[in-house]
Nanobody, 115 residues
Framework: QVQLVESGGGLVQAGGSLKLSCVASERIFNNAVAAWYRQAPGMQRELVASITNGGDRKYVDSVKGRFTISKDNAGKMVNLEMNSLRPEDTAVYFC?????????WGQGTQVTVSS
């Protein structure tokens, strides 16, 4: 069972930046599709950004130009750099990996953006 552990969340003022990291217990990101999701209170979990094993990136429209997803060459870490943060970015952010027919989730890290 692959374990994903997120870090880097916190409280930041609007306009600020945070970098989230997700470390996997195995080198899964060389082959898996990695993604960051977020869930705000009372809202459904939404896909924020994804990156394939080939490096193709996709973003939800609301974060395009502000967030950047990346992964390391070792295949064990995925990052989400978040700039120009807005109060509406406040949510719990979850790391996700999809490999073959399996899906793995981290426990989430809280991001709070104050106005």
């Amino acid at each position: 069972q692959v374990q994903l552990v997120e870090s880097g969340g916190g409280l930041v003022q609007a306009g600020g930046s945070l970098k989230l990291s997700c470390v996997a217990s195995e080198r899964i990101f060389n082959n898996a599709v990695a993604a960051w999701y977020r869930q705000a209170p009372g809202m459904q979990r939404e896909l924020v950004a994804s990156i394939t094993n080939g490096g193709d990136r996709k973003y939800v429209d609301s974060v395009k130009g502000r967030f950047t997803i990346s992964k390391d060459n070792a295949g064990k870490m995925v990052n989400l750099e978040m700039n120009s943060l807005r109060p509406e970015d406040t949510a719990v952010y979850f790391c996700n990996a999809k490999f073959l027919l399996q899906t793995f989730w981290g426990q989430g890290t809280q991001v709070t953006v104050s106005s």
